[in-house]
């Protein structure tokens, strides 16, 4: 490999660990400034579970008062039929998720 090459591939590799470190402080950011939002979520368009769904995309009626979604930190209270939630089941998995949690 030449010189140049090299230069290349170092190059490909720094562009790259930029953009994985960008993204992991975006995802960061986000968290910090969102709430979970229930009780304005189209059918299927939920972020994550609840008790009567596993996680994302399986919520199966509209404004379902568990089904929720990350909205800007303070907008909720401002969307009607909006609240915020920080239920235990309103995570990854669902109630199953939240009940192995208390077990273990």
């Known amino acids: 490999m030449n010189a140049n090459q090299q230069r290349i591939h170092g190059a490909i590799a720094g562009l790259l660990a930029l953009g994985l470190a960008a993204a992991s402080t975006g995802a960061m950011a986000?968290?910090?400034?969102?709430?979970?939002?229930?009780g304005i979520v189209k059918a299927g368009q939920n972020d994550c579970g609840t008790s009567k769904s596993a996680c994302a995309g399986t919520s199966t009626m509209d404004r379902d008062a568990e089904a929720w979604i990350y909205?800007?930190?303070?907008?909720?209270?401002?969307?009607?039929?909006g609240m915020v939630t920080d239920?235990?089941?309103?995570?990854?998995?669902?109630?199953?998720?939240?009940?192995?949690?208390k077990k273990g």
Do not use: D, F, L
């Open 30 to 38: 986000q968290k910090a400034q969102t709430e979970k939002c229930a």
């Open 71 to 81: 909205v800007a930190k303070g907008s909720c209270a401002r969307i009607v039929g």
């Open 87 to 101: 239920k235990p089941e309103n995570v990854h998995g669902g109630a199953a998720a939240a009940a192995s949690a």
